[in-house]
């Protein structure tokens, strides 16, 4: 079969299930907006479906007629009667999402495994086409209205909405020059590491330049891990990162994690354990991703260990979810800082992070990415007692 029959047939398959969960999709959506917005919860439950079904039926046109006027005059309506009405931009991109969230569920379960990731990948381009020509609609309605702005009209809610739109946008600036630098960094770096393994691994002639020329190579791969966590933060941030979605076991993923992290001189010293559990693990997501995430937690449980601790890997099932647990013996975490330390460049006090180093962007990442998989992170600590990472991700439908 053809890629283009496969892709014919997924679609098929896509449009069946949206027509017949088309109701229950939107009383979920309507109950979820209801429930976690501001601006919507101050809206009877009626209007928010009317809004809601009209912006499903654009979708729908979107993704199986090729219909992109319909959207652009939804989008449309939408930057004229919400945004004076007080919603936020932020707002509402999350309806967006949880859309996509809530029809990610339904594909997985009545859509064949061999064509789910086909079909997921027509919602996310639907969802970030609309989530585009919204911010383009924003920044472009601002724009027009700050060349007619008069000094009268000019209240403190106007001197608001300007501030916000451009912090929006110099956000969006800061992840694109994050991003360029990453790239630029990761060119010359290459080059280091590539030459630095060929040295030291070309002959044993001078022990003590051969250590040195290891030094450098694993210095760099460090480095590398740290510019490829920068780049997928900046990258996502910026809308720009899409998901492969494989078939992948993430007790392979954890163990080849623990393997390479073991083969670093700089953890010669450390015991590293793991679990794999006894059944499969099997999740539709994109390996390279779920390798870096599982590397920062179990790089970062070291980290924060005194010099001679380890940590221990675990996989196991709870549920319909897949659970890959990384517990350490380090430092711990006070209870006042559990609800920040994802937050993305925030570290704890100056003397921990002077200590033990730290960016501030790998805890960030890995949120991220496991939100990317439909997934959650939680952490287990208390100071003086180690700590317990746990990503947590659905499983791939059984068919």
Known sequence: MTVNEDRKIATGRFETVLKNNRDKIIREWTGFVQNNDGPYARRPAYEIAADLRSLFDAYFAFMFKNDK????????????????????????????????????????LYVEREYAAE???????????????????FRQHYEQKGRFMTATLLDTMEKLKVERNNAITANALKDQFLANL??????????????SKALFSAGNEYPAIKDKLRIIYERGRTLLRLINTLLMVAEINAGLVRLRRDAVDVRDIAELVVKEIKGLREMESRDVSFSAGGEELVVLGDSDKLFALIYELVFNGLKFSEPNGGVSVSCKRNGKNAVVS??????????????KIFDQFYQMDGTITRKYNGSGIGLAMIKKVTEMHDGTVKV???PGMGSTFSIEIPTAPVR
Do not use: W
Request: charged residues 25%; negative net charge.
């Open 69 to 108: 006027l319909t959207i652009e005059a939804h989008v449309g309506r939408i930057m004229h009667s919400r945004f004076d009405a007080g919603f936020d931009l932020l707002e509402i991109q999350r309806a967006m999402r949880h859309f996509r969230r809530l029809v990610r569920r339904y594909v997985l």
């Open 119 to 137: 079909c997921l990948d027509i919602l996310d381009d639907c969802v970030s086409n609309a989530s585009r020509m919204l911010v383009s609609d």
């Open 182 to 195: 990453s790239h630029e960094l990761k060119t010359p770096l290459t080059a280091i590491i590539g030459f």
């Open 326 to 339: 990384v517990t350490d013996n380090g430092i711990g975490i006070e209870c006042s800082e559990l609800t």
């Open 380 to 382: 287990e600590s208390s």
